[in-house]
C-alpha cells in the first residue's frame, strides 16, 4: 500500500539498526508508547535487533488494556437493559470485567454488536429507532475526534436514540505518572504518532523541558521505528533533550486543529482510573455538562459500581508501567494466553503480552520474524 | 486501535463541514470515509484513516524527503512512494 510499504524496506531499516548499534556507547532505555508500536517493534525482530544497545520497555499505550474492570461491568450493566444496544470496537468485547466479558454477556444474550467507527454506531441507532444505542468509547486522544464527531452529527441529525458510555483516555498524563515513579528507567520516549497527528508534538514541550527527557514522535513501520530509535539514541549520546518529529509526513507541530476542536466542543479532561496503573489525575476525557444528555450512564443507570480488584496472579499493571516484561510474569504463557488471558494486555491485538507470546514465542511464527519487507 | 491507514481521496460525495465523506481507495480497495476534519483535502490526495476517519492529509513532500534519507543512508534504495503502483 502507497505510503506504507516504502517504511517497510528491509535495508534501509537493517542499515538504520547498524547505524544504532555503532553510535551507542552505553546501553540506553527507550520506552515506546503506543501498543501499535511494541507490535511493530516485536513483529520486525528490532527489539532482538538491539538488544546489546538498546534496551526498549513497553508503555502503557493500550486503551483497551487499561480500561477499568468496572467501566466493562458498566457496559455489561447497560446492554443487560432491554431494548440498548452496546456498540464499541472489536478488541473491547474480549476484555474482562470482573466477573464477565461483552462478548461472553451477548452470548448470555445481552445486546452487544461490533463496529469499526463511532458514526456507525449512530447510523445503526439511525436504522433501528426501536433501540437506544450506546456507544461504548475508548480510546486515545487518536480516536476522541472520531467519538466526538459522533456526537455532533447525532445533534445535527435529531438522533436520540444516541448516547456514549465514555472511557477515553489520555496519554500524556500516564507518560508523566512513569516519569514520576521512583523505580521510573525511561531515558527517551518514542511518541506515539497517531495521538500525536491529532495533538500535534508541540503539546510534549512542556514534558520534554521539565523531566530532561527526549521525544522522539514516530510512525509505526519498521524503518519509521529504527530512525527514530536513533533520533533518541543521537539526543542521548549528545546529552540533549528535545521533542523531535520523525512522522512529519503526518504529524504537525500543532497537530489537527479541526481534529482538536471537536474533542474540544464536546469532552472536557477528568481524572480517570487505569486498569493496572491507578488513579491517573486528567487522564481521560468526560462529556462537557451541556453534552451530557448523550451521557448512557446517566440516562440509563443510577449509581457508582464498586472498584475492581485485579487478579494478583496478573502483573499487567507492572508490564504497562514498563516495570517488568510479559515473559517476567509468572502467568504467562501458561495459566494465562490469548486464548484464556488473566488481564487485558493478553486479549487486546496492541497488547504487549500479546504481542510477546504471538512474536517471542518461536514455535508459534509462521513466518521469519527478522527484519522484512511486508508484514 | 491506534492505528490508521493511508489511502487515496478518490472522490467527495458530502463537502458539509459536519458530515464531509468522500470515497477514499486503500491499496485497491474503496472505502466511504468520513472527511471533517480534513476539508482541505483534494481528490488525488493521500489521507490517514483511524476508525472511519481521515484523521490528516499526507505530506507526501515530508515522505519523499525521509524515503530520500533512508536511500542515501542505506546500501539498498527504498522504492519511492512515486513509483509504487496502486
Not at chain 1, 498524563?173 to 521510573?184: F, G, T, V
Not at chain 1, 487478579?311 to 516484561?325: A, D, F, N, P, Q
Not at chain 1, 512474536?359 to 511486508?374: D, F, K, S, T, W
Request: aromatic share 6%; net charge negative; hydrophobic share 40%.
Amino acid at each position: 500500500m502507497k505510503y506504507l510499504d516504502e517504511f517497510r524496506h528491509p535495508g534501509a531499516t537493517e542499515s538504520l539498526l547498524e547505524s544504532i548499534r555503532r553510535r551507542v556507547t552505553k546501553r540506553w532505555t527507550i520506552m515506546e508508547v503506543c501498543g501499535g508500536q511494541t507490535h511493530g517493534l516485536l513483529r520486525y525482530g528490532i527489539d532482538e535487533a538491539l538488544a546489546d544497545a538498546v534496551e526498549l520497555i513497553h508503555g502503557p499505550g493500550c486503551p483497551v488494556c487499561v480500561t477499568g474492570a468496572e467501566v466493562i461491568d458498566r457496559a455489561i450493566e447497560l446492554a443487560s437493559i432491554p431494548n440498548v444496544l452496546v456498540t464499541t470496537f472489536g478488541d473491547m468485547l474480549r476484555v474482562p470485567g470482573s466477573r464477565e466479558s461483552l462478548a461472553s454477556a451477548r452470548a448470555a444474550g445481552a445486546l452487544v454488536r461490533m463496529v469499526y467507527s463511532p458514526l456507525d454506531a449512530v447510523a445503526l441507532a439511525e436504522k433501528h429507532p426501536e433501540l437506544e444505542v450506546v456507544f461504548f468509547a475508548v480510546g486515545f486522544e487518536t480516536t476522541a475526534p472520531a467519538t466526538a464527531l459522533a456526537v455532533l452529527q447525532a445533534k445535527r441529525r435529531g438522533i436520540e436514540n444516541f448516547s456514549l458510555l465514555v472511557a477515553h483516555v489520555r496519554v500524556q498524563p500516564a507518560m508523566e505518572a512513569i516519569l514520576c515513579a521512583p523505580e521510573n528507567r525511561v531515558q527517551a520516549f518514542l511518541a506515539a504518532g497517531h495521538v500525536c497527528t491529532v495533538v500535534g508534538c508541540e503539546s510534549y514541550e512542556d514534558l520534554c523541558r521539565r523531566y530532561e527527557v527526549p521525544i522522539v514522535v514516530t510512525g509505526f513501520e519498521p524503518t519509521d521505528l529504527a530512525t527514530g530509535i536513533a533520533a533518541c539514541v543521537e539526543q542521548l549520546e549528545t546529552s540533549r533533550h528535545e521533542v523531535e518529529n520523525r512522522y512529519d509526513r503526518v504529524v504537525q507541530a500543532e497537530g489537527n486543529l479541526r481534529a482538536r476542536q471537536f474533542v474540544e466542543d464536546v469532552f472536557e479532561a477528568c481524572d480517570r482510573t487505569w486498569r493496572g496503573l491507578g488513579a491517573m489525575p486528567l487522564g481521560g476525557l468526560r462529556l462537557r455538562e451541556s453534552w451530557r444528555d448523550y451521557d448512557a450512564e446517566r440516562r440509563f443507570t443510577a449509581g457508582a459500581l464498586p472498584q475492581v480488584v485485579s487478579s494478583c496472579r496478573c502483573r499487567s499493571g507492572e508490564v504497562l508501567s514498563g516495570r517488568i516484561k510479559p515473559p517476567e510474569c509468572a502467568a504467562f504463557g501458561g495459566e494465562c494466553r490469548p486464548e484464556h488471558p488473566l488481564g487485558a494486555p493478553m486479549v487486546s491485538g496492541e497488547g504487549a503480552c500479546a504481542a510477546y507470546f504471538q512474536y517471542h514465542r518461536p514455535e508459534l511464527r509462521c513466518e521469519p520474524r527478522a527484519v522484512e519487507g511486508n508484514a | 486501535m491506534c492505528l490508521a491507514v493511508p489511502g487515496r481521496l478518490e472522490e467527495w460525495t458530502d463537502r458539509d463541514p459536519l458530515l464531509a465523506r468522500g470515497w477514499v481507495v486503500f491499496g485497491g480497495v474503496r472505502h466511504e470515509c468520513h472527511l471533517a476534519c480534513v476539508p482541505e483535502a483534494e481528490v488525488g490526495d493521500y489521507v490517514l484513516v483511524h476508525a472511519g476517519i481521515a484523521l490528516n492529509r499526507i505530506d507526501i513532500v515530508a515522505a519523499e524527503k525521509l524515503l530520500r534519507e533512508l536511500r542515501d543512508a542505506g546500501e539498498e534504495s527504498p522504492p519511492s512512494a512515486e513509483d509504487e503502483m496502486l
